[in-house]
C-alpha cells in the first residue's frame, strides 16, 4: 500500500522504476492483444510471370473429377484471363473471365464442371500469379500437375491454400500499395507507389527479408510502431504532467482507443509516421523543460532527437512537414520568451540555432537522399541523382495537389474528431450467413471527452494567462 501511495505522489518528469514497471505492465498487455490474429505467417512466396497471350495448363492427377471452383493467388501485378477447361486435354471450352482485383490476394472462381484440365490465357499486359488450387465436390483440394516448368510454380505451395479468404491471408484497404511497393523494393522491382518518400516502404520491408511476402510479416512493423506509441505517449504525459497517474492515464487512452488498434495493425507506414511525430514532439518537449542553466550539450542533445524524428516523419509522408511547424512555434515561442525575460538575446541562442540549421534542415534532407539514392527503381522514371530527387518530389507534389479520389466514405477533415462517419477497411463474408468487417472508428469515450477538455484547456490557458508571463 506504501509502494502505491509512493508512486501516486510521484511529482517530478522524470521516469521513475515504478513509471517503468506500470508502463511495462500496460504496454506488453497491449502488446499481447495486438498480436491476436495480427495475420497469417503463410502465404505463396514462389510466382510466375505471365505476358499477353501466354497460358496456364493445369492437369487434376488421375481421372477426370468434379470440380466445384478454383481459387487462386495474384503477385505483384494483376491480370485478367480467359478460364477453359477440358476433359482430354485436346478440346478446351470457355467458361468464364477471372480479373484479378488486386495483388497478393486470395480469389475463388466458380467452375462446377467433371475436367481433367484447365487453362488460363492471360488477356492483358502482364499477370502474376502465386498459387492455384481446386476444390471438389465436398471441398477438398484435389491433386494437381503443371504441364509445363514454368507452371510448376503455382502448385508447389499447395499448403499455403487458406480454408477461407479474409484479411488474415489478403491485403486489404491500402495495403494493396504499400507491401506491394516493399515487396519491389525486396527484389529488385519496380517500385509501385511512389506518391509518398520512400523510409516506410523500406521499414515495412525488413521483415519480408526474413519471413517472406506474408501478411504478418507485412504488418509486423507498424503493429510494433503501434505499441511504441504507447510507450512514448506515457513517457510524454510524465514530461508534462509530473504526475505518474496522468502518464499512466495517457498509456492506457492510447491503448484503448479503437482507431490507433485498427490503424496500427493494417500493412500501411502511416504507424512510423504518427510514431516519428511523437517522438520528435517528445524530445522538443524535453528541450523546453530545461533550464537556462542547463548545459548546452544536453539541450542540443534533445535538439538533435527532436530533429532526427522530425526528418524521419518526413521522409515516410510530407504530412510530417506539419509536425515540423509545430516544432518551429515551440523553439521558437521558448526563445523569443526567454529573451523577453532576459531582456537580451543570449549568444547560446546564436549556437543552437545554428545546431538546428544541422538538425532539423540538413539532416532531414540527408535522410531523404539516402532512401531515394539506396533504393533508385523508383516508378515512373528512377531516381539516380539528386536532380531526379527534384523532379521527384516536383511529381509527387502535382499528383496530391490535382489528386480528385472519391469513394462512399469520404468525408471532410473537420468532421474526423467527432467521428462522423467511420472508414470502412474491409469485408469479407468467411461462411454462408457470417460478414466480417473491420472498421476505423474512434472510441468515443476518449475522442468526444478530448474534444471538450481540449475546450476547458484553451479556455483556462487564455484566461489565466497574464501579460508578463508573455
Given at each position: 500500500m506504501e509502494k502505491v501511495k509512493e508512486f501516486f505522489a510521484d511529482k517530478t518528469s522524470k521516469m521513475t522504476k515504478n513509471d517503468w514497471i506500470i508502463l511495462g505492465i500496460i504496454t506488453l498487455i497491449y502488446a499481447v492483444i495486438s498480436f491476436i490474429r495480427l495475420g497469417s505467417f503463410t502465404n505463396p512466396q514462389t510466382f510466375s510471370e505471365y505476358r499477353q497471350g501466354e497460358s496456364i495448363i493445369i492437369e487434376v492427377e488421375g481421372d477426370a473429377k468434379y470440380i466445384s471452383k478454383m481459387r487462386h493467388f495474384s503477385g505483384e501485378d494483376t491480370g485478367?484471363?480467359?478460364?477453359?477447361?477440358?476433359?482430354?486435354?485436346?478440346?478446351?471450352?470457355?467458361?468464364a473471365t477471372v480479373k484479378d482485383e488486386t495483388v497478393f490476394f486470395w480469389k475463388d472462381t466458380s467452375i462446377s464442371q467433371t475436367i481433367k484440365y484447365i487453362k488460363l490465357e492471360l488477356t492483358t499486359n502482364i499477370g502474376y500469379?502465386?498459387?492455384i488450387g481446386l476444390y471438389d465436390q465436398d471441398g477438398n483440394l484435389v491433386g494437381l500437375t503443371a504441364i509445363s516448368e514454368k507452371d510448376k510454380m503455382l502448385v508447389d505451395e499447395q499448403d499455403t491454400i487458406p480454408e477461407t479468404i479474409s484479411h488474415m491471408n489478403s491485403v486489404y484497404f491500402d495495403e494493396v500499395y504499400f507491401p506491394r511497393t516493399a515487396y519491389d523494393y525486396l527484389h529488385g522491382m519496380k517500385a509501385?507507389?511512389?506518391?509518398?518518400?520512400?523510409l516506410g516502404k523500406l521499414i515495412q520491408m525488413i521483415p519480408m527479408i526474413f519471413m517472406g511476402m506474408t501478411p504478418f510479416a507485412y504488418r509486423l512493423m507498424?503493429?510494433?510502431?503501434?505499441i511504441l506509441m504507447v510507450a512514448v505517449i506515457y513517457v510524454l504525459g510524465k514530461s508534462m504532467f509530473k504526475d505518474s497517474k496522468y502518464a499512466m492515464l495517457a498509456g492506457l487512452i492510447m491503448a484503448f482507443d479503437n482507431f490507433h488498434f485498427a490503424q496500427t495493425r493494417m500493412g500501411t507506414v502511416d504507424s512510423f509516421l504518427v510514431l516519428f511525430i511523437m517522438l520528435c514532439a517528445l524530445f522538443m518537449y524535453k528541450y523546453l523543460l530545461l533550464n537556462k542553466e542547463d548545459p548546452l550539450k544536453q539541450k542540443l542533445k534533445y535538439l538533435f532527437?527532436?530533429?532526427l524524428f522530425f526528418g524521419c516523419s518526413v521522409a515516410v509522408k510530407w504530412t510530417?512537414?506539419?509536425?515540423?511547424?509545430?516544432?518551429?512555434?515551440m523553439f521558437f515561442g521558448k526563445m523569443i520568451k526567454d529573451c523577453i525575460q532576459a531582456r537580451k538575446f543570449d549568444k547560446e541562442y546564436l549556437k543552437?540555432?545554428?545546431?538546428?540549421?544541422?538538425?532539423?534542415?540538413i539532416i532531414p534532407c540527408a535522410i531523404h537522399v539516402v532512401c531515394y539514392l539506396s533504393f533508385p527503381n523508383i516508378q515512373?522514371?528512377?531516381?539516380?541523382?539528386i536532380g531526379d530527387i527534384f523532379k521527384q518530389i516536383e511529381q509527387m507534389y502535382t499528383y496530391h495537389s490535382t489528386l480528385v479520389a472519391e469513394h462512399p466514405f469520404t468525408s471532410n477533415w473537420y468532421t474526423w474528431p467527432i467521428m462522423q462517419k467511420p472508414v470502412w477497411l474491409h469485408v469479407s463474408y468467411p461462411a454462408d450467413g457470417m460478414k466480417s468487417t473491420i472498421v476505423g472508428l474512434g472510441n468515443p469515450a476518449i475522442w468526444w471527452v478530448g474534444i471538450l477538455g481540449m475546450i476547458f484547456v484553451a479556455f483556462r490557458t487564455i484566461k489565466n494567462t497574464k501579460m508578463e508571463d508573455i
Open positions: 485478367t484471363y480467359k478460364l477453359y477447361t477440358s476433359a482430354d486435354g485436346t478440346e478446351y471450352r470457355e467458361l500469379i502465386g498459387e509501385y507507389e511512389w506518391v509518398h518518400p520512400p507498424g503493429n510494433l510502431a503501434g532527437y527532436s530533429g510530417g512537414l506539419y509536425a515540423g511547424l509545430g516544432l518551429c512555434i543552437i540555432m545554428l545546431a538546428c540549421v544541422l538538425y532539423f534542415i515512373p522514371n528512377g531516381v539516380y541523382s
